[in-house]
């Protein structure tokens, strides 16, 4: 462990690493000459009625005449105005790998799959899209986390199963619909920032990776993580209530987790966006079930990387506060030898991928250590 994590360093905590070399007259230009998806954000009105119409007729126009509907409950009624759908299938809480197969077959008279919901349904949509061979289209209902328009599917393989990401179809359009999201609960928009709050030490750990010489930059992804971190920096330093959600603020969400998601299409893994935070939730995943969302866990994790990094916690931890994310073990239900166990299993969640965590490569004293120096006796 580095020394610099107990004896209170304390760089900026937000700066990101400095890449020399850097070809930036190049970088923009390569990043959009990827394949990324046609995005809508639909009008500034909270008339979810007018943005279904919008919604409708946007489908027609991109050709998707006659579109399979992977949908929520509250999907379904975004779709309401699509009246030449040939199939509905609801994918609920216990959609898994099998039921997207099963699904695919009935897509396949389709000219496109939509998928309309929270992340389990877009996943879901994603697999179908899939196994059925037709593009995706995207129709978040939450803004939760940076994987609308990503190429990775997250679901498990039967019910009651580990989750698994597993590579699948990214959407060639997503749409948005600002009254449909403004709905959605405060806590699923805290849980977006809170994903794109790790950006900058998912960076470090890329950089920490290549100094190692294990893998090499993507320029213009890494501009894409720090540009979709960048959008949503000035929300962190003051609290953010219900009264701080209008509609100006739901685009710029939806601007930051489609530029975080263009971060891992360009590269076609999460690398750029994800480090030892996302590791660390996985392993609390993997042991205790998810007792957050993913974005609020990756957010508490982000703790751990920025104490390991030697950047400043107390300022960090500042910033979960006014969001409104965890930032004590004790708010998700865990102990200090939860989050000691969680430290010690998260390097195996992913262990192809070098990070702080492996070079810190701690054992059961320093992991103690830690936790303590974080939360105390948590």
Request: glycine residues 8%; hydrophobic residues 45%; proline residues 7%.
């Amino acid at each position: 462990m580095p020394s610099s994590a107990l004896a209170g360093a304390s760089p900026s905590v937000f700066d990101i690493p400095y890449l020399p070399d850097e070809p930036l007259d190049s970088v923009y230009f390569l990043a959009c000459a990827t394949t990324q998806p046609r995005i809508t954000i639909s009008a500034a009105t909270y008339d979810e009625d007018e943005v279904a119409e919008e919604l409708a007729e946007w489908l027609r126009a991109n050709g998707a005449e006659r579109p399979f509907l992977v949908a929520s409950t509250h999907g379904r009624r975004l779709l309401r105005r699509v009246s030449t759908a040939v199939g509905v299938a609801p994918p609920g809480p216990r959609a898994t790998q099998a039921w997207a197969r099963t699904w695919s077959g009935a897509a396949r008279g389709a000219d496109a799959v939509v998928a309309a919901g929270g992340g389990r349904c877009l996943d879901a949509g994603k697999l179908v899209a899939a196994g059925a061979g037709m593009p995706l289209i995207a129709v978040p209902t939450q803004l939760s986390h940076d994987g609308v328009c990503s190429p990775i599917a997250v679901l498990p393989r039967t019910a009651g199963g580990l989750a698994e990401s597993l590579e699948a179809v990214a959407p060639s359009m997503a749409f948005f619909s600002r009254p449909t999201l403004i709905r959605s609960p405060i806590a699923s928009l805290r849980a977006g920032i809170g994903d794109l709050l790790s950006n900058p030490l998912a960076l470090h750990d890329w950089k920490l990776a290549a100094d190692a010489g294990l893998e090499q930059i993507n320029h213009p992804a890494w501009h894409l993580s720090a540009e979709s971190f960048r959008l949503i920096e000035p929300l962190l330093y003051e609290p953010l209530g219900p009264e701080s959600v209008d509609l100006g603020l739901i685009g710029l969400m939806a601007h930051a987790l489609v530029t975080s998601s263009f971060a891992m299409m360009t590269v076609g893994t999460s690398r750029p966006v994800s480090g030892a935070e996302h590791k660390i939730s996985h392993a609390i995943d993997e042991l205790y079930g998810r007792p957050a969302r993913h974005g609020a866990q990756v957010a508490f994790a982000s703790l751990v990387s920025v104490a390991l990094h030697g950047l400043d916690v107390e300022a960090f931890r500042a910033c979960l506060v006014n969001l409104g994310l965890p930032h004590h073990p004790a708010q998700l239900g865990l102990s200090h030898q939860a989050m000691v166990a969680a430290l010690l299993r998260a390097p195996s969640t992913r262990p192809g991928r070098f990070t702080v965590l492996e070079s810190a490569a701690l054992d059961e004293g320093e992991a103690d250590e830690l936790v303590r120096f974080l939360w105390g006796g948590a």
